[in-house]
């Protein structure tokens, strides 16, 4: 669930590239998915689904985050082959980094479906103990993948910066929040054509 390249994975993969507070980055995003995983399996979860207007003004706040964050990528994308991210540029502070993963994890509804909602549904379902064993294959899980993107991009970041493959990874970044978009809103219209 979190694998898929959304606004908070492109955060990550960005200072990654950039090698600017990378790995405050990814421990940003554990700390966070570690709240909210956990609120999300016991009981988070079911008071959220209890709530459909709630859960239905996250969604379409969730389209617009990802419809924006996917229009910077095109913006970017459409910028002159001869930036090179390789090239020195203006490095942002621990404390703007620390704060842009925060807003592209706390600030982005895609994250509250997949782990409040939709984990939270799954792992409701068990006994006790089987829901901390699952919320600490969740977490491990979760550990795993964003120190992993985080290091990968750092190393690859010279290969990745290249204009050519900048400008690739932007045009999927932006197909991957679209694609995520759209699913938000099929999602929310059967939904509501539903109810």
Request: a positive charge; aromatic letters at 10%.
């Amino acid at each position: 669930m979190i694998i898929p390249i959304g606004a908070q994975n492109a955060y990550v993969i960005n200072q990654g590239i950039s090698r600017e507070h990378h790995m405050t980055t990814a421990s940003i995003c554990f700390l966070c998915d570690i709240i909210l995983i956990s609120s999300g399996i016991f009981g988070g979860g079911a008071l959220l689904a209890s709530y459909p207007v709630l859960l239905n003004t996250i969604t379409l706040a969730g389209i617009a985050f990802l419809t924006m964050y996917a229009w910077q990528f095109i913006q970017n994308a459409r910028q002159p082959v001869e930036n090179d991210m390789s090239t020195p540029t203006m490095s942002r502070g621990r404390r703007a980094v620390i704060i842009g993963a925060l807003a592209v994890t706390l600030l982005n509804p895609h994250v509250y479906l997949d782990t409040v909602v939709v984990l939270g549904a799954i792992g409701g379902q068990f006994a006790f103990d089987e829901r901390v064993a699952f919320t600490v294959g969740a977490l491990l899980g979760s550990c795993l993948w964003f120190y992993g993107l985080s290091a990968g991009a750092a190393r690859l970041s010279p290969w990745l910066s290249t204009p050519s493959i900048r400008r690739l990874l932007d045009i999927l970044m932006a197909s991957m929040m679209l694609f995520v978009a759209i699913k938000l809103a099929l999602g929310l219209y059967t939904r509501l054509v539903a109810g």
